[in-house]
């Protein structure tokens, strides 16, 4: 919805994997020179890890798209909970191979090193991806180095990337996974964008669709980007595209430190984050019915607090509740008010 209101081509902060936003921040390039310098190698495995969010899958997108399809057979696996022999068939099926249900594991690995030899006799090599490795147990990565032992015509049959999170790097560095590590050719960890590069960042991909200006982003607000996503782009583009929607609802042209504060606050405690005045009161004359005479009878000092008046402490803590409940439902009928304002636009406007 905001990109009609800012005149944007598109989203510029959609969180799927799109090479035209690809940017190359310092930890971009060097993770590109290292899965060069592993292709180069035609063998063994490439191993890139980072937080969620932090661009992996978007690196080897950005990869694929600098090299030539004609030279690369790919097959692209996400994993989960498999098992080996799963495994093998998900990598068999991202080359193109059709797997019967029950077929014997000899016959895939035949069919497996015909589909190299085919692919081999076009010019083109067979690149194993495989996402989210550390969801892999130890037999399933006992099954891609066993898979990278083919060799067919003398050469390795495939080269295998690995994506992961950091927590995989200690399972490489465990003595059970000695053999996989040993046919590890290049490594490298991709850590978060810097508050400069967190600028460049959303800078960019704000002008890969039209952005010329507008909003305008005060030097405080990408700061404030960068405090509340630490440079992970994944929650940036999440971040910043809240802040959008939230500033063309409220019909701004610029953004501001504390817009992005009061949107990535929101964010953290969602919607349900407020207790709601009342709600203890409500629970304790339900656990423990008191008629008005037992109370006047009782010392107020051992009371539930539900049944005792406020002091100042309470009091001010109560009233500042209602306060922060009152500005958001506020906004929120701003905020209902633009999208019906909106939608009317949109209705006229239709033939």
Known sequence: MYEKFYGLDG???????????FFSSSNHRRAITHLVYGLDQREGF????????????????QLWHQLSRNSYAVSKVVTTQVSGDDLLRL???????????GTEKSVLLRRFENMVREQRNVGRRCVLVVDEVQNLSFAALEELRMLSNITVDGKA??????????????????????????????????GPLSEVETRLYIEHRLKTVGWSGNPHWDEDAFAAVHHHTDGIPRRINTLCSRVLQFAALEERTEITRAMVDEVANEMAEGMNGFDVPGQELIGAQQANPLRPGEIAANDTADLHPAYRAPSSGELGDLLHRIEALEEVTARQDRVFQRIIKMLALAVEKEP
Do not use: C, N, W, Y
């Not at 490439?46 to 997108?61: C, F, P, Q, S």
């Open 91 to 101: 990598v068999m099926d991202g080359f193109g191979l059709s797997i019967l249900p």
């Open 157 to 190: 049959s495939v080269q295998t990337i690995l994506l992961g999170q950091p927590q995989f790097r200690p399972t490489l560095a465990s003595r059970d996974a000695e053999q996989l590590r040993q046919r590890v050719l290049a490594s490298f960890h991709l």
């Open 11 to 21: 989203s510029p902060f959609l969180l799927t994997p799109d090479p035209r936003f």
């Open 46 to 61: 490439i191993v890139i890890t980072g937080e969620v969010g932090a661009g992996k899958t978007m690196l080897v997108e």
